[in-house]
């Protein structure tokens, strides 16, 4: 069946002009003209059964009444028919109605060309959600993303393609209170109704609390407030020992890659971390760990050996041929070894290196990751599904080694599932920037976020393992990560270099729409991708859940009478380094 069954009564009109992609339409009657848009979508029947030819309106002309000389004088010269109320249409594809069994497929190629005299439709309602529906490749039954309505329609229902936006990577960007959070929750609400939802949300200003319901977890990553207290994954606090950190995390922190003795330091600090390590393992009952061991293997160890360790080694005389002489590292190692203790005494690195009893077991690793990975359905009390980690109180120089270390604990764990057993999941990256930079300094944390979510975005796609990159600064977000986002939901963004990163992502065909990125309003979205081959220009409904990101009204707070402001619970706060009261 096809979607646009048009009767004669509905066409526009004929048209008059046919060029290689563009067509010109005379519209006679005043009324219907002045239903027609800019950027609106209409259908002109081909030549071809079974064929309409798709185009966007690019322009509405209605000349003035010839009787008057004077007004005729101001048409555009460019405009060279005779004839009033024109309207040109940039034709954009063709819509077949049957391609060998399947029906309704749209090509970005123009199969044909129209003939003088074709009718011409316009696209709306239900007509234009079916189309929609055949560009974003929304088929069968069941619950669909439906993220709002369309700008040029208020009928007609924005549907996105759930699989593509979310196996090939997405991107949501806009400037500040644009309304990016907001459509971020709207697509949770309409994930929270799969029954076996599997996403992470990293939400680093704990904006997302208010989003409950069965299928939300909410877990919070443990903060300095959290040293000593035995609060664990079953009261949502997430703790991420340092054991957890990869050979480049580990390097990364202790060791100054400034120092000219930095190469030697980082093989020995290997060398003791692998013993210490090993000397955790039982030889017999982890024979089969300790055949393939490497630095990497998470294994948890005792860093007071490393410590002791690196400190013998500093101190070391050794036998030589006219008696006790200093040890290689004699002495080499002082500095390391000041900055080791800085960073394990640092309390504010204390939720790393001061873990809970609890978290330095060998079988923690697994009930974490069956946390954070399990999907909804999970038969015991873990019950998976859309987990929220609120990464609020984690300072902000730690921040990207913490998310990214969870990204790769997800990844890797991923990696070694069975294809069979491997259940997709998503992971939302709220304010991207800050830990997906752009510019990083060469070993540094940074650059080690950077490396995981590269990684991720160029082979996550064969895991299961998606990203949403969420940011208001997506020129400062890792091109690399970019490039690799298939799906742009652009909000409107005011800032040029912004901008200029967005329309290279768009189609050029479709030029005018990254003009309308200054323009949009709060809630609205251009939507491009896989998930939707033409750029749409989406009102993204209200999430049911709104996030707690809403923006201050300056004026009216005010002009209230009563006083609201609580600094010593602020001061409080910030000196305990907890929001908890
Ligand atoms: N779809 C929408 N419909 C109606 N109002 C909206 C919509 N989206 C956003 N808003 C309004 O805009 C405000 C800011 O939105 P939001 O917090 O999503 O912005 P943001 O882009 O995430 O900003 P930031 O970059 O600062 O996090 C909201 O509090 C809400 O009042
Ligand atoms: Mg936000």
């Given at each position: 069946m096809s979607i646009l069954n048009f009767g004669d009564l509905d066409s526009l009109d004929k048209i008059i002009a046919v060029d290689t992609a563009t067509v010109t339409v005379r519209v006679d009657e005043l009324e219907l003209l002045k239903k027609i848009q800019v950027n609106r979508l209409v259908a002109l029947r081909s030549a071809k059964a079974g064929q309409h030819l798709i185009g966007i309106v690019s322009r509405i002309t209605r000349k003035a009444?010839?009787?008057s000389s004077t007004q005729t004088s101001t048409v555009e010269p460019e405009n060279e028919f005779p004839e009033n109320n024109l309207v040109r249409i940039a034709l954009i594809g063709t819509l077949v109605d049957k391609e060998g069994v399947t029906e309704n497929v749209f090509k970005r190629t123009l199969e044909t060309v129209p003939e003088i005299d074709a009718d011409c439709f316009s696209l709306e309602g239900e007509r234009l959600t079916n189309f929609m529906k055949v560009i974003s490749d929304v088929?069968?039954?069941?619950p669909q993303l439906h993220l709002g309505r369309y700008a040029l329609d208020e009928g007609a229902r924005a549907l996105l393609n759930g699989n593509r936006l979310f196996q090939r990577h997405a991107i949501v960007v806009g400037s500040t209170g644009s309304g990016k959070s907001y459509t971020t929750a709207r697509m949770l609400d309409q994930i929270?109704?799969?029954?076996?939802a599997n996403l992470i949300l990293f939400d680093t200003h704990g904006e997302?609390?208010?989003?409950?319901?069965?299928?939300f977890r909410h877990l919070r990553i443990a903060g300095p407030g959290d040293i000593g207290e035995n609060r664990g994954i079953e009261d949502g606090v997430l703790h991420l020992p340092y054991w957890l950190l990869g050979y480049e995390a580990l390097v990364a922190l202790f060791v100054d890659r400034s120092d000219q003795n930095a190469p030697n330091q980082a093989m020995l600090m290997t060398r003791c971390i692998v013993d210490a390590k090993r000397a955790t393992l039982d030889p017999e009952g982890h024979r089969d760990i300790l055949n393939n061991f490497t630095i990497d293997s998470p294994v948890p160890f005792d860093i007071e050996f490393v410590r002791d360790e690196l400190t013998n080694l500093n101190q070391e005389m050794v036998e030589g041929a006219r008696g006790p002489k200093q040890g290689p590292y004699f002495d080499k190692l002082s500095r390391l070894i000041s900055r080791f203790e800085a960073k394990i005494f640092d309390r504010r690195l204390g939720f790393i290196f001061r873990p809970p009893e609890s978290c330095m077991e060998m079988n923690w690793l697994e009930v974490m990751a069956h946390y954070l990975?399990?999907?909804?359905?999970?038969?015991?009390?873990?019950?998976?599904?859309?987990k929220i980690i609120d990464f609020s109180e984690v300072p902000s120089d730690i921040l990207p080694l913490m998310v990214s270390l969870i990204a790769r604990l997800v990844f890797v764990v991923k990696q070694w599932t069975l294809p069979v057993y491997r259940h997709p999941i998503s992971l939302f990256c709220d304010e991207a920037h800050l830990y997906i930079p752009e510019r990083t300094a060469a070993d540094s944390a940074d650059e080690i976020s950077v490396g995981i979510f590269e990684r991720i975005a160029k082979e996550g796609r064969k895991y299961g393992v998606g990203l949403v990159v969420i940011s208001q600064r997506p020129s400062e977000v890792n091109r690399t990560v970019l490039s690799q986002c298939n799906n742009v939901v652009a909000m409107r963004l005011t800032n040029g270099e912004d901008q200029s990163v967005i329309r290279r992502l768009l189609p050029d065909s479709l030029g005018g729409f990254g003009d309308l990125l200054p323009i949009l309003d709060i809630g609205e979205a251009l939507v491009v991708g896989d998930a939707s081959l033409l750029p749409s220009r989406v009102v993204v409904s209200q999430p049911r859940f709104k996030p707690s990101s809403t923006t201050v009204e300056f004026w009216d707070k005010w002009q209230l009478e009563e006083a609201v402001s609580d600094t010593s619970n602020a001061v409080r706060s910030w000196r305990r380094q907890s929001n908890a009261t």
């Open positions: 009444d010839s009787t088929r069968g039954e069941g929270s109704e799969l029954p076996q997302y609390r208010t989003l409950q319901g069965d299928a990975i399990a999907d909804r359905a999970a038969q015991d009390d873990v019950k998976g599904g859309i």
